[in-house]
T-cell receptor
Framework: TQLLEQSPQFLSIQEGENLTVYCNSS?????LQWYRQEPGEGPVLLVT?????EVKKLKRLTFQFGDARKDSSLHITAAQTGDTGLYLC???????????FGPGTRLSVLP | KAGVTQTPRYLIKTRGQQVTLSCSPI?????VSWYQQTPGQGLQFLFE???????NKGNFPGRFSGRQFSNSRSEMNVSTLELGDSALYLC?????????????FGPGTRLLVL
């Protein structure tokens, strides 16, 4: 059983559409991170959220940490082909502990 | 600043052999963590080294080992390879991961065990 679940597992959309992917757990996390991984590369950190209810924006990407710090969402506005990749969430239950990764959402943005 | 480098990028081995993978962290980074990534299990933590000492270890058998040198470069070794060890092995470096610093991942070494 995964500590972190991500949905959907796969998502294929047209350029210009909006989308939301989710990261859920029954555990509380002190911090949660989102990464994007492109083929042949390692994951690249997009954001770290630490406060329940926190919302962070990175250009067209909006990240939200749930009030109870058990879940998070990533919303992409007007998706571009460059957004294609594997989106991973990772949570640490206590400060300084290892981050546990979810299985990822594989996003494909078609031109 | 050069990123995290991993060598080799691709490797093919047969069952029973052993393999050593290398990771050079970003200059000034003292923490190096290793992860295994497979389609079925996702990204799983192997171990972390800080200042030449293993600071944390994941739930992997003793066939997986690692070390860190005084220049912070790290190696991981897998002995008696099994088919299930086929995976992308990633290393990540940070100034000090426990301090909450960002981890920077290398491109990975893709290992295929036949």
């Amino acid at each position: 059983t995964q500590l972190l679940e991500q949905s959907p597992q796969f998502l294929s959309i047209q350029e210009g559409e909006n989308l939301t992917v989710y990261c859920n757990s029954s555990s509380v996390f002190s911090s949660l991170q989102w990464y994007r991984q492109e083929p042949g590369e390692g994951p690249v950190l997009l954001v770290t959220v630490v406060t329940g209810g926190e919302v962070k924006k990175l250009k067209r990407l909006t990240f939200q940490f749930g009030d109870a710090r058990k879940d998070s969402s990533l919303h992409i506005t007007a998706a571009q082909t460059g957004d294609t990749g594997l989106y991973l969430c990772a949570g640490a239950r206590n400060y300084g502990q290892n981050f546990v990764f979810g299985p990822g959402t594989r996003l494909s943005v078609l031109p | 600043k050069a990123g995290v480098t991993q060598t080799p990028r691709y490797l093919i081995k047969t069952r029973g052999q052993q393999v050593t993978l290398s990771c050079s962290p970003i200059s000034g980074h003292r923490s190096v963590s290793w992860y295994q990534q497979t389609p079925g299990q996702g990204l799983q933590f192997l171990f972390e080294y800080f200042s030449e000492t293993q600071r944390n270890k994941g739930n992997f058998p003793g066939r997986f080992s690692g070390r860190q040198f005084s220049n912070s470069r790290s190696e991981m070794n897998v002995s008696t390879l099994e088919l299930g060890d086929s995976a992308l092995y990633l290393c990540a470096s940070s100034v000090d991961r426990r301090g909450g610093e960002t981890q920077y991942f290398g491109p990975g070494t893709r290992l295929l065990v036949l």
